[in-house]
């Protein structure tokens, strides 16, 4: 138990830089790692002799499934983390626990209801995503294979949160290095050794995703957590649970959305350009991930800080780690966005290196035209999140998707004679208002808490 009041020191007492930087370096590295699940299959797939462009396409037509399927886990699990680590701030582990073992059960039963829809709706879907004859044939066998082992993919997922959110940050990294490396090492194995293709990318994922799931229960089951997942907490709780679930809206809407601009950008672009077109998107769309996922691991190495130090009402550590998160997140940015600018044909050339798609390289660069600032939402979304403001992150959510980035995609060819370009262009437009919107809405309502928090301190 030392090492667990270790932890609890070092969130409320050690230096704010070194302590995210610690926390992120394993959470970021965790990311890029889990980036790989999706990355490696791709790469593989689109390298297939003769049908690696039409495959790749097939594949990234599943992705508003793979999206839904993080979002309800995000619904659950992210909502639940940051609420486990404010009791645990406060000193109520036990709390904290029934959250843990609430979401675990939530998660279990999410993953059954959610299997059963889309194996029974998957091939209906996907036509509606944008596929073609040529392509549905490479998006049903994978997807059939991922829904199946979606219970293991939320399990990971889902509970390496509440690894990580304890502060160990470590462990939480070794879940995603132990899935992803096998998924690697399976990969080529099952695809061209077996020479089952487009299936054996999909059952390669599910088969590392199951044994992520199982290190994590195992860890969470042990010795050395902080919170422990046992039987006596695993009956759902709901006046601890439906919180968790409020705060959890924010993410799931950023996550479930992509599914929902995924479908509206595949629909436009194959209206426009066709397959080629909507593999432009495939490879754009997963450029995006390689950026964002790390961006993802900084905000994770502040949130166990911010929500630990708010739990505690210690608002000055609560704004210095979100400096620290904006300052690390804005580098790191900055410097992707330099970097897709600069040498757009090289990174799309990487998946496919076939010539008409090579020619829409500069369409990357558009696509990611406004991401080199997006460290100022990012902060002001997980810094809401942390400090359990359900509401205004959910609004900030839905701006930048909904409200926003939808219409556009259908409003904007409306105004340009290059129909494709301007579908593109939807995304950095979309991006920089609601940049903008959610700096303001954080200025205010973090600003607000933090101010309240210092009032109390006084009196």
């Known amino acids: 138990m030392a090492n667990n009041t270790d932890i609890s020191n070092r969130l409320a007492t050690a230096p704010v830089g070194k302590l995210m930087l610690s926390l992120a370096v394993p959470s970021v590295i965790a990311q890029v790692v889990n980036l790989l699940y999706n990355i490696v299959d791709r790469i593989y797939i689109g390298h297939m002799d003769e049908v690696g462009t039409t495959a790749l396409t097939g594949v990234g037509l599943c992705f508003p499934v793979i999206c839904l399927i993080g979002a309800f886990t995000m619904l659950i699990a992210q909502g639940g983390a940051p609420r486990a680590a404010i009791f645990m701030g406060k000193g109520d582990n036990k709390s904290a626990e029934k959250i843990l073992g609430s979401c675990f059960t939530t998660l279990l039963i999410m993953s059954a209801v959610l299997t059963a829809v889309f194996l029974l709706t998957g091939e209906k879907l996907l036509w509606m995503f944008g596929a073609s004859q040529e392509t549905i044939v490479y998006s049903m066998d994978y997807i059939n294979i991922y829904i199946t082992g979606s219970v293991f993919v939320m399990i990971a997922l889902g509970l390496n949160l509440f690894i990580s959110t304890q502060g160990f940050t470590l462990f939480s990294m070794a879940t995603v290095l132990i899935g992803a490396g096998l998924n690697i090492l399976l990969d080529p194995l099952f695809i061209f050794v077996f020479d089952l293709g487009v299936k054996g990318a999909a059952a390669a994922t599910v088969i590392s995703q199951a044994v992520s799931a199982i290190w994590t229960v195992l860890f969470l089951t042990g010795k050395k957590t902080k919170l422990k997942l046992s039987l006596s907490v695993m009956k759902p709780d709901m006046k601890l649970l439906l919180p968790c679930l409020a705060l959890g ?211």
């Open 249 to 459: 809206l924010a993410p799931f809407v950023m996550q479930s959305t992509e599914a929902v601009i995924n479908i509206a950008f595949n629909s436009s672009l194959q209206k426009y350009g066709g397959d080629i077109a909507v593999g432009t998107m495939t490879v754009a769309a997963t450029i995006m991930q390689i950026i964002w996922m790390p961006a993802q691991g900084i905000g994770m190495g502040a949130q166990p800080i911010i929500s630990y130090n708010y739990g505690a009402k210690n608002p000055d550590r609560c704004i210095k780690a979100c400096k620290a998160m904006l300052a690390a997140s804005g580098i790191y940015l900055l410097t992707c966005w330099v970097t897709v600018q600069l040498f757009p044909k090289v990174i799309m050339g990487i998946f496919n290196d076939a010539p008409l798609l090579l020619a829409n390289s500069d369409l990357i660069r558009v696509y990611v035209g406004a991401t080199g600032f997006f460290f100022i939402q990012m902060t002001a979304q997980q810094g809401l999140v942390s400090i359990g403001k359900a509401k205004a992150s959910l609004f900030i959510a839905c701006l930048r998707k909904l409200i926003l980035l939808v219409p556009l995609i259908y409003i904007l060819p409306n105004f340009f004679e290059n129909k494709v370009f301007a579908v593109f262009l939807a995304e950095p437009v979309s991006d920089t208002i609601s940049i903008i919107v959610s700096a303001t809405i954080f200025i205010f309502v973090f600003g607000g808490e933090m101010k309240k928090l210092k009032k109390e301190k006084t009196l």
